[in-house]
């Protein structure tokens, strides 16, 4: 296309409200040559209005897309791990529970066993790994940690319906002289810190010593 016509089609373009940017993709023209072919033509303050507000649409449909993709993606592997972590055999319940208590468990007492943890996943899991050793659902004592701005009574129901234990087996909760909504790391603490408790003293010194023998092994790599 001449170059007097690659103009006058910019010019027809604009006149038809397209922005720099459509133009130079229609036609493969550098934004200098545009300013001055159309340097006595700008667009009206509605239509740059709109042309923002489309920009906006398009990053907007744009972000909706990669997060779309990313959902796939992560679907795709969770399936994968998923056909390589399940099913669960005893003796992965016994392992898994002794590195969790590694990780999250309290190894200051030789009494009793006890997790602490915002998350119900971590206490439902630990308390799946006390059943596998033998203790009864209903010796297992729960104490939460709550802030005076949280709903107690809530709060108890929640963690009541999330670990299928019963209130009886619930301690006096701590309320924290603190305020919820002063947290600013929020993602963990929605319901408070929940402690599963059991008191046993003989399975607190085989849990750990059980620790021991984990972290000997791997001292030893």
């Keep these: 296309m001449a170059k007097r016509e690659l103009q006058q089609r910019a010019l027809a ?10 133009i130079r993709e229609l036609l493969d023209v ?20 709109e042309l923002r507000d489309w920009n906006e649409r398009r990053i907007e449909k744009y972000r909706k897309t990669r997060q779309k993709t990313r959902e796939r993606l992560l679907e795709s592997i969770y399936k ?26 309290s190894k200051s007492r030789m009494t009793e066993l006890r997790m602490a943890n915002t998350d119900p996943g971590v206490i439902k899991a630990f308390i799946k790994w006390l059943i596998l050793l033998g203790i009864k659902r209903s010796k297992i004592k729960i104490r939460l940690y709550l802030y005076r701005d949280m709903n107690i009574r809530e709060e108890l129901l929640f963690w009541k319906n999330e670990l299928s234990i019963s209130p009886k087996q619930f301690l006096r909760p701590h309320i924290k002289k603190g305020l919820q909504r002063d947290i600013t790391y929020k993602s963990g603490f929605k319901h408070g810190t929940c402690n599963a408790i059991v008191g046993d003293a003989m399975l607190s010194k085989q849990t750990l010593m059980g620790l021991q023998v984990l972290r000997d092994y791997f001292m030893r790599l």
């Design 13 to 22: 373009l604009r006149k038809e409200g397209k922005s720099y940017m459509q």
């Design 80 to 105: 994968s791990e998923k056909t390589h972590i399940l099913p669960l055999l005893k003796r992965d319940l016994f392992v898994g529970g002794l590195f969790l208590y590694w990780g999250e468990g």
């Design 30 to 49: 550098s934004k200098g040559t545009l300013s001055i072919w159309l340097r006595d033509y700008p667009l009206s303050e509605t239509r740059l209005r």
